[in-house]
C-alpha cells in the first residue's frame, strides 16, 4: 500500500491523530529533505567500504534531518532488569556482578536493575554493583511511588527510572488511578528524587495505547515542573510499529526539552527497527538487554541493535563500544539462562557470516562487501564460506586449495568440485562424511587412479583440523579458527 494513500493509517492505534498541528509546527514537517545526503556523517567509514560502485547516497543510509540522533545516542542496558522478567532467568548475585562488569567492559552507558524493593536479596545485589566502581551509571527501575523511591535512593544508585501505566487497560486493571493522580504523584517523587542529587526518568508503561492528549500533558509537566532528566516511551506490549514511533517520538520532541528515552518489547519483532526510528525522531536513549531476554519474548536486543546503528555510522559506533567484547556477553548471558544462541542471531548466531551459494561465494571472495553489510572483524568474527553442498562453487574449493597451498590446476579443481556436488545431492554432506572413504565409493576407484584425488584428501583432512579448533595454517600464517558446524570454509581468516 502506498504510505501517501494511507495516511488514517499513520495514528496512534487508538484513532487519536498522530500528529497534532498544534504540537507539530509546520516547518517541522518535510524539513528533513533540506539536509538529505549529510545523513549526519553516517554515510562515511564502513558503510562507504561495503559501496563499490560509491552512489552519493546510501539507500541504507538513516534519514538526515536535524531530529536524527542515529549518531548521538546512549544505551540503557536491561540485562539485569528487563533481562531477570525472562522466564528463564535467576540471576544469584556472582551472575549479576559478571553480567555487570561485562556490559560496563562493553561500553554501554547506563546499566539498569530490578527495583530493590522487590526482595530482600534485591536490594543487596543493588548496593553491591553500585560499590563495584563500573564506569557505566547504575540506575534502577522503580514504580512512580514513594515508597519505592525512598528505598532505591538509599542504595547507592545513580538515578531511578520511576514508571505507571497510562494506558486506559492499565489503569482501570491495574493501579486504578486517574490521570491527574497519576500526574501529582509523578510530581512528588520526582522533587524528592531531585533533592537526592540523582537522576531521574519519568516514563509512562504501555505508551502507545495511551491517549496522546493525556501522555502529552503529564511529559510537559514532569519536564517543565519537574525538571526529569528523561522522559519514556514503552511499547510495553510490543504493539507499535516503526511509522507510529517516530510520529509520537517527534510529537513529544517537541514538547520537552529533556532527553527521550524508548523501551520497545519485541513481540512482533519491530524492536530494533522501532529502536531505530525512535532515534531518527529525536530520541537520545534506548533499552536493551543481552539477546533481547525480556517478558515474554523480551525486548531491543544489544547485539541486534549494534549491529543496526554500526551501518549507519561506523566510526560512532565503533567508539563507543568493544564490539569484540559482544560475544563473550551473550555467552555469559546465554549460560547463566540455559539458552543457546539462536541460528539466525545478528551478527553472532552461527551462520550470520556464512556465505553458501557458489555465486555468493565467488563475489565474497572477491570482494566481501558484496554480500556483507557488517564486517565480521568488527566484532572478532570470522566469516566462513560453506564448503560440502551441491551449491558449493568452485572458487570456494579454490580459495581452500590455495589456503592450504597445495598446487592443482583449475581443471583438477572443478572435477573435484564435481564430485562434492554429486555427493551433495545424494544427502546432506558433514565434512566428516567427506573424510570417509566410503562416502566416495562411487567415485573412489575413478578417484584413485587421479592426483586430484590425493588432493582432495589432503583438503578434507585439514579441513577437517580447522573445523575441530585445530590451529591452522591460512594464507601462509597461523590462527586460531573456530568450528562451524562441522563444514565450512575459513575464509579471509580474521583480517
Ligand atoms: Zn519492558
Known sequence: MCPTCDASQQGVPNGTPAIPTSQNPPAINGTSSASNGLTNGSGSGHAQEHTPHNPRRQPFASVGDYLSNVSNFSIIESTLREGEQFANAFFDTDTKVRIAKALDAFGVEYIELTNPTSSEQSRKDCEIICKLGLKAKILTHVRCHMDDAKLAVETGVDGLDLVIGTSPQLMQHSHGKTMDYIRETALEVISFVKSKGLEVRFSSEDSFRSDLVDLLNIY?????????????????????????????VRTLRGCVHCDIETHMHNDTGCAIANSLCALEAGATHVDTS???????????????????????????????????????????????????????????????????????????????TTYEIINPADFGMTRYVHFASRLTGWNAIKSRVEQLGLVMTDSQIKQCTAKIKAMADVRHLAIEDIDKKHQFQVKEQEMAAEPEARELDHVVEEQTKVLNGVVGEVDGREEKVEALNGEGVVVNGTA
Open 290 to 368: 543481552v539477546l533481547g531476554i525480556g517478558e515474554r519474548n523480551g525486548i531491543t536486543p544489544l547485539g541486534g541493535f549494534v549491529a543496526r546503528m554500526l551501518t549507519l555510522d561506523r566510526d560512532y559506533v565503533r567508539s563507543k563500544y568493544d564490539l569484540a567484547k559482544l560475544k563473550p556477553l551473550e555467552d555469559l548471558v546465554a549460560s547463566a539462562v540455559e539458552i543457546n544462541i539462536p541460528f539466525n542471531n545478528p551478527v553472532t548466531g552461527f551462520c550470520a557470516f556464512t556465505h553458501k551459494a557458489g555465486i555468493h561465494a565467488k563475489a565474497i571472495l572477491a570482494n566481501p
Open 220 to 248: 510537559s509537566a514532569v519536564d517543565r515542573i519537574g525538571g526529569v532528566n528523561r522522559v519514556g516511551i514503552a511499547d510495553t506490549i510490543g504493539v507499535a510499529n516503526p511509522r507510529q514511533v517516530y510520529d509520537l
